[in-house]
């Protein structure tokens, strides 16, 4: 495992920036619904969209609609449901189509969850989450459903922090990327990408094969970021003076 340095103020400049949202930009939480969006964030995101001329975007397990709510309505790009949709501020959307599986799936999980006390079920467009993360005893448990019901129906599984998902397959983290970055928008920038979790790091590999680079919030680990945060607020921070550099 080799020590990431932070990276420096300046490495927005002439870049796309693409975020993560749970665990980069706030604290997870408990419960998905439990999350909520500040005004320094929200401020926060605005800022940045000026300095770089609307080169931002989240990519995120959530659905579009998710990421949507909690920020009102918000002026940059979304990439939902892990690279399985996307939306773009002049409303246009793009969706996978959804699986009648999944019905099967859901059900299944909230009888798993009914019997297993604080486990949750996340219900999304595209898939369907066991969060375990008040009760991590039931990690193997919820594992071995989740692999089941996956290989059952021909879906992806999804692993995450304290988290496990059963979703449509064809599209992750880094192909979402990478199809951003064909975008008049963001074509020909340098992507820098912030993540968490192991689902993030599909994003990373795609900013660093794009000639850019990914920034890795949390403990050190195996990744292929080239730099790293240590928590949401530093990350916070780090972004504000990175705007500040970009607006110098």
């Known amino acids: 495992m080799t020590h990431l340095p932070p990276p420096p103020a300046d490495l927005l400049r002439d870049a796309a920036l693409f ?33 770089l001329d609307g080169r931002v975007a989240i990519i995120s397990g959530r659905p579009v609609a998710g990421i949507r709510a909690l920020f009102g309505n918000p002026h940059f790009a979304i990439s939902g449901s892990h690279g399985l949709e996307v939306a773009w501020p002049d409303g246009r959307h793009a969706r996978a189509e959804r699986p009648a599986a999944l019905d099967r799936i859901v059900d299944q999980m909230h009888t798993f969850a009914t019997a297993t ?31 089941t019901l996956a290989a059952d129906a021909g879906l992806h599984l999804q692993t995450g922090k304290m988290m496990i998902e059963v979703r449509v397959p064809g599209a992750d983290k880094g192909t979402a990327l990478r199809a951003l970055m064909q975008a008049p928008l963001f074509a020909g920038r340098t992507p820098v990408f912030l993540g968490d979790d192991d689902t993030d790091e599909p994003a990373m590999v795609a900013a660093r094969d794009l000639g ?6 949390g403990a050190p680990r195996d990744t292929a970021a080239a730099w790293r945060l240590d928590d949401v607020a530093t990350t916070l921070t780090w972004l504000e003076t990175a705007t500040e550099s970009l607006t110098a």
């Open 19 to 51: 975020l993560d949202f749970d665990g980069t930009l706030v604290e997870l939480q408990g419960h998905p619904d439990a999350v909520a969006v500040d005004t320094r964030l929200a401020a926060l995101i605005d800022r940045l969209g000026d300095a």
């Open 117 to 147: 006390n604080g486990v949750l079920v996340e219900e999304k467009p595209l898939g369907a989450a066991l969060h375990y993360r008040a009760v991590p005893t039931a990690e193997a448990a919820a594992r071995d459903l989740a692999a």
């Open 212 to 217: 850019g680079a990914g920034i890795l919030i």
